[in-house]
């Protein structure tokens, strides 16, 4: 393992390798893993994996032990598709949606909770937990089951019944908390210390944007090495924007990238901390500030994007931080325009996203109308949960079946043939 430490990602404060805590013991920042990047070079110079599928291929790149068992699903190895008509719908001739609903509970929380599993298991932690707004309990629930660790995942008590049934099938004990996804998070942090459970929850965790930054390896290697011009990623914690960034940035340590795309945000605009965080800090005229200083305000979210409905992003600095050093846009979007995005991505590509994973698409569509983006542009949107998670909101926006009696006569009444 190439894991060298921690460093704080608000004051720089560094630890090393044996450190027992999740955060910063100086200022309570969360903590990014640093790693020598000399002798990783040295490990992947000949490539990855050799013909392993799933995430773990990238196993220099990542802090977990090497000696263990395959991980007994698999987690990553999605599929990248190049959207000619999506794209051409706009004048974009490079459109990519890079399908994280292929992982196995069908959302990219996989990848953090893999990772995070793998470090659990190399330090013998024997029960997990996670703070969720639907998809990291379902998928922490689910690759614990395969693993045979027990869950425990704290949701907001109105998260979507399809991903709370997921976890209950996977077996997790399942506490939906009266409140808010940001009251589920704050008993999970305390229950977990005062139980001794392994805490997963994004962005507290380190490990869980190890696990996200593999989306960005993988988006490299389906393009043969070529660069993307921007991502496009939703962002609710932050912690998956600022995972795809760090997989660029380490990509760019070991020299086999020169160049780094942008990293674009695409938020609702009734939840938007982290895009009006950077904002501001543009306002002050600030791209490098110090950011020990940097506070992220509160919103009160109110998005029916429920992934990304968050009133306090748990990964909100490492997320501000990516935008403002990959040059990346803030997008903001009414939910309607989330809501629409679904079924144009569907009707047009076969995929089938839930609101948070179409906000993408439609923060693309916002950014060619404000003429941000250049025809050209090779522009990947993160595909980050299936639309099978959150039906309901998905039928206010394509409604319900004609229904007809069983008849060829009622076929020709209905206009349909
Ligand atoms: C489908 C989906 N998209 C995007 C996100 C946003 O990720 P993050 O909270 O790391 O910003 C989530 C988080 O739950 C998610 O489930
Ligand atoms: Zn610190």
Same mark, same amino acid.
């Given at each position: 393992m190439h894991m060298n430490g921690y460093r704080c990602i608000a004051c720089a404060e560094a630890q090393a390798t044996n450190f027992a805590g999740f955060v910063c013991p100086c200022c309570g920042g969360n903590l990014e893993i640093t790693y020598d990047y000399a002798a990783i070079a040295k490990d992947v110079a000949g490539?990855?994996?050799?013909?392993?599928?799933d995430l773990f291929r990238y196993a220099p790149l990542l802090p977990v032990k090497e000696t263990a068992a395959p991980f007994p699903l698999l987690v990553g190895g999605t599929p990248m598709y190049a959207s000619p008509r999506l794209g051409e719908s706009l004048g974009l001739r490079n459109l990519y949606l890079k399908d994280d609903t292929a992982n196995p509970s069908a959302s990219t929380k996989d990848r953090a909770s893999a990772v995070a599993l793998r470090r659990a298991m190399d330090i013998d932690a024997k029960v997990v937990s996670v703070a969720s707004t639907g998809n990291a309990g379902s998928s922490?629930?689910?690759?614990?089951?395969?693993l045979g660790l027990r869950a425990v995942v704290f949701v907001p008590e109105d998260a979507p019944v399809a991903?709370?049934?997921?976890?209950?099938?996977?077996?997790?004990?399942?506490?939906?908390?009266?409140?808010?996804?940001?009251?589920?998070?704050? #008993?999970?942090?305390?229950?977990?210390?005062?139980?001794?459970?392994?805490?997963?929850s994004t962005g507290y965790n380190p490990f869980t944007r190890e696990g996200k930054k593999t989306c960005a390896y993988e988006i490299w290697e389906s393009l043969d090495g070529r660069v993307p011009d921007r991502?496009?990623?939703?962002?609710?914690?932050?912690? #998956? #924007?600022?995972?795809?960034?760090?997989?660029?940035?380490?990509?760019?340590?070991?020299?086999?990238?020169?160049?780094?795309?942008?990293?674009?945000?695409?938020?609702?605009?009734?939840?938007?901390?982290?895009?009006?965080?950077?904002?501001?800090?543009?306002d002050m005229g600030?791209?490098?500030?110090?950011?020990?200083?940097?506070?992220?305000?509160?919103?009160?979210?109110?998005?029916?994007?429920?992934?990304?409905?968050?009133?306090?992003?748990?990964?909100? #600095?490492?997320a501000v931080k990516s935008i403002l050093q990959s040059g990346g846009e803030t997008v903001?979007?009414?939910?309607?325009?989330?809501?629409?995005?679904?079924?144009?991505?569907?009707?047009t590509t076969g995929i089938f996203a839930e609101p948070a994973a179409a906000a993408p698409w439609a923060a693309v569509k916002q950014m060619v109308r404000d003429d941000k983006i250049e025809a050209d542009e090779l522009v990947v949107c993160?595909?980050?949960?299936?639309?099978?998670?959150?039906?309901?909101?998905?039928?206010?926006?394509?409604?319900?079946?004609?229904?007809?009696?069983?008849?060829?006569?009622?076929?020709?009444?209905?206009?349909?043939?």
């Open positions: 490539g990855f994996g050799d013909g392993q599928t922490l629930a689910c690759l614990a089951a395969a991903k709370l049934t997921q976890a209950l099938s996977f077996g997790a004990t399942v506490l939906a908390v009266r409140g808010n996804y940001d009251d589920a998070f704050d #008993l999970c942090l305390a229950a977990s210390e005062e139980f001794g459970w392994f805490n997963r991502i496009v990623v939703p962002a609710g914690d932050g912690n #998956l #924007l600022s995972g795809i960034w760090k997989g660029w940035c380490d990509l760019r340590a070991v020299g086999l990238v020169d160049r780094v795309p942008k990293i674009d945000c695409a938020q609702s605009d009734a939840s938007a901390a982290i895009c009006l965080a950077v904002r501001r800090i543009h600030e791209s490098n500030p110090d950011w020990s200083t940097i506070v992220i305000d509160e919103v009160k979210a109110s998005t029916a994007a429920d992934s990304i409905s968050v009133d306090r992003p748990r990964d909100g #600095l490492a903001t979007v009414p939910d309607e325009e989330i809501l629409a995005a679904i079924p144009e991505m569907a009707r993160i595909v980050s949960g299936s639309g099978l998670k959150d039906i309901a909101n998905i039928r206010k926006t394509v409604g319900t079946p004609v229904i007809i009696d069983p008849s060829i006569d009622a076929i020709k009444n209905a206009s349909v043939a």
